[in-house]
């Protein structure tokens, strides 16, 4: 059973397209994350949300726009891409803000 | 303001080495310390945890000590495995105020040679 799955896992498409990622967690946690991992392997987290509420919002260009439908799935769309947002996507999940997350595979966006 | 900083790699050891991998953080309060393991092409996982000062975290043969006079977190293992190769990341969960994230270290490439 996956505990935290991501769709696509590969994402190719051009500047000023829009795109959605989505997230899924079966893992019954209230508590779910978008982070961002460049090309040089950073991770920098953008969003999180408890009970479906924006709890954390890190300075994220407002391009991105990250939906909470139930506490179970948090999609993230983005509009205008940019060359910039080339990157690896990783959603995760956890139980409350302070206990470890448990992250899904990723999703690979190229912007060409 | 928090941060972690890890020794930079890659760390290219031969099987049955002995690791180290170096973590220090700067946070306020009593923040978590957590490693996690990226093998190629997958996403993270969780390798272990402390949540205090003098916790030990262990799994999978690997250890890491919470120690709050020196704000560090170093992995250790006694003898790497070719099946180690990857790349692993130290993290906080700050305690106060600014919970609901992990502040992630830039993470140290492991490889392994038989």
């Known amino acids: 059973d996956t505990a935290v799955s991501q769709t696509p896992k590969y994402l190719v498409t051009q500047m000023g397209n829009d795109k959605s990622i989505k997230c899924e967690q079966n893992l019954g946690h209230d508590t779910m994350y978008w982070y961002k991992q460049d090309s040089k392997k950073f991770l920098k987290i953008m969003f999180s949300?408890?009970?479906?509420?924006?709890?954390i919002n890190e300075t994220v260009p407002n391009r991105f726009s990250p939906k909470s439908p139930d506490k179970a799935h948090l999609n993230l769309h983005i509009n205008s891409l940019e060359l910039g947002d080339s990157a690896v996507y990783f959603c995760?999940?956890?139980?409350?803000?302070?206990?470890?997350?448990?992250f899904g595979p990723g999703t690979r966006l190229t912007v060409t | 303001g928090n941060s972690v900083t890890q020794m930079e790699g890659p760390v290219t050891l031969s099987e049955e080495a002995f690791l180290t991998i170096n973590c220090t953080y700067t946070a306020t309060g009593y923040p978590s310390l957590f490693w996690y393991v990226q093998y190629p092409g997958e996403g993270l996982q969780l390798l272990l945890k402390a949540t205090k000062a003098d916790d030990k975290g262990s799994n999978k043969g690997f250890e890491a000590t919470y120690r709050k006079e020196t704000t560090s977190f170093h992995l250790e293992k006694g003898s790497v495995q070719v099946s180690d190769s990857a790349v692993y990341f130290c993290a906080l969960s700050p305690s106060l105020g600014s919970s609901y994230k992990l502040i992630f270290g830039s993470g140290t490439r492991l490889l392994v040679r038989p």
């Open positions: 949300y408890n009970n479906k509420e924006l709890i």
């Open positions: 995760a999940s956890s139980q409350g803000g302070v206990n470890e997350q448990y």
